[in-house]
DNA sequence: ATACCTCCCTGTGGGC
DNA sequence: TGCCCACAGGGAGGTA
């Protein structure tokens, strides 16, 4: 489920993948991805125009050209493949200039770029997709109910983005509208790591609590986002969300698992139980 | 204004 | 065996 460090991987396949190049053909498999645009749309758009640099703001990656913008959202389900052109062709009966590996049923939209790479946007379930900026306040619209980012927000900024919230801590840490790019897993994670109730109110949290949270926060996303993914390792609390009877793997204790804003969440009642 | 609820989307797995 | 439903969760939109 892509959060923030999903879509730092998505930038970099993106980057290293289409930087530079020029869309030659832009396919789309599905309409039902596209928001605010159709596909003859998208197509005129985009075609013949140069990919730039890649940018990430929260959860939304941003397909820079030399012309419109490209934004892609992932939902939950979503992945952005690149295709290596130099691949063998997939099968025996494979035409010799048939694309090294086919599209998937969940293949929404392919961009052929100039040299052969092509990019994919896959997605299962298509709570997400595809909008078009034109210009900056076309993408300003867009973006413009976004918090600060979780990967560079400072502590004081972070402080200030809580300190007026009445809602639970859990809920609040994944309102886009109030910090961009954590989601259910990451939200539940850092929780844990900083030994804070999930049902904390949000406002509430003392300096040095506050302190706690923003340094595990960067901790845990320093080290998910090399891993492109929130990592599933049984040291982290990530790790046993899926584990019929999980314990917590710092100290052994039954994890609860609640509910909280229509969301399941899963924490320690003893590491994170105490002190409030 | 803030907080919470329902729904969208699709595939999977459990229960009967 | 096959059907039905709950569930996964990011976010929009509506309501209290």
């Known amino acids: 489920m892509p959060e923030l460090p999903d879509v730092e991987g998505f930038r970099r396949v993106l980057e290293s993948c289409a930087r530079g190049r020029v869309v030659r053909r832009v396919e789309v498999r599905d309409t039902g991805v596209l928001h605010g645009v159709g596909a003859r749309g998208l197509r005129d758009a985009l075609e013949g125009r140069r990919f730039a640099e890649p940018e990430r703001r929260g959860k939304w990656l941003l397909a820079r050209t030399d012309g419109p913008t490209l934004l892609l ?41 100039d040299d052969g790479h092509r990019l994919r946007y896959r997605d299962q379930r298509k709570l997400r997709g ?18 600060p980012d979780a990967l560079t927000v400072g502590r004081d900024d972070l402080a200030a983005a809580l300190a007026t919230r009445r809602g639970r801590l859990k809920t609040t ?28 109110r ?66 320690c009642p003893r590491c994170q139980g105490d002190g409030d």
């Open 202 to 267: 949000a406002r509430d949290l003392t300096p040095a609590e506050l302190r706690r949270l923003h340094a595990r926060m960067r901790a845990t996303l320093r080290s998910a986002v090399p891993a492109g993914r929130v990592p599933p390792r049984a040291s982290w609390l990530t790790g046993h969300r899926d584990d019929p009877d999980p314990v917590c793997p710092r100290c052994g204790t039954p994890l609860r698992r609640t509910r909280m804003g229509g969301r399941g969440t899963v924490w």
């Open 173 to 200: 840490l994944t309102d886009q509208s109030v910090l961009a790019g954590l989601g259910n897993l990451l939200a539940d994670e850092i929780l844990w790591r900083a030994r804070l109730r999930p049902d904390r």
């Open 73 to 113: 959202h992932f939902g939950m389900t979503g992945l952005l493949l690149c295709d290596d052109p130099d691949a063998p062709a997939a099968g025996p009966d494979a035409a010799p200039d048939a694309p090294a590996t086919p599209p998937q049923a969940h293949d929404r939209v392919l961009f052929t770029l």
């Open 130 to 147: 595809l909008w078009l900026a034109h210009d900056e306040s076309d993408l300003d619209r867009l973006l413009a109910r976004q918090g």
